[in-house]
């Protein structure tokens, strides 16, 4: 079992950019797909992006595409989410999330672990 912490949400004008971090523990992030999910106010959660155990491949919403990127440093243990351009549809509360699968999986059901979800609030 692996425990997820993220880190690195915060506040800033549209425009602007973020660096979401997501450390793990209990067990090797290599192990594992992973996956950001964010959680818009009165919206299902949604996928934005996932990569490979080695990094290898990456797997974009079509909304975040050319503007995110979702990075990982195994022997660190953590993965990474560079939010660039962002936009005021861009708030959300962010989920780092696991997957034992080999799949790059869009569907949050199909991940196994979560963390607890980091607050993103971008301004007009």
């Known amino acids: 079992q692996v425990q997820l912490v993220e880190s690195g949400g915060g506040l800033v004008q549209a425009g602007g950019s973020l660096r979401l971090s997501c450390e793990a523990s209990?067990?090797?992030?290599?192990?594992?797909?992973m996956g950001w999910f964010r959680q818009g106010p009165g919206k299902e959660r949604e996928f934005v992006a996932a990569?490979?155990?080695?990094?290898?491949?990456?797997r974009y919403a079509d909304s975040v595409k050319g503007r995110f990127t979702i990075s990982r440093d195994n022997a660190k243990n953590t993965l990474y989410l560079q939010m660039n351009s962002l936009k005021p549809e861009d708030t959300a509360v962010y989920y780092c999330?696991?997957?034992?699968?080999?799949?790059?999986?869009?569907?949050?059901?199909?991940?196994?672990?979560w963390g607890q979800g980091t607050q993103v609030t971008v301004s007009s």
């Open positions: 990569i490979t155990r080695l990094g290898s491949n990456t």
């Open positions: 209990g067990r090797t992030l290599s192990t594992y797909t």
């Open positions: 999330a696991a997957d034992r699968q080999l799949y790059l999986n869009t569907i949050a059901t199909t991940y196994d672990y």
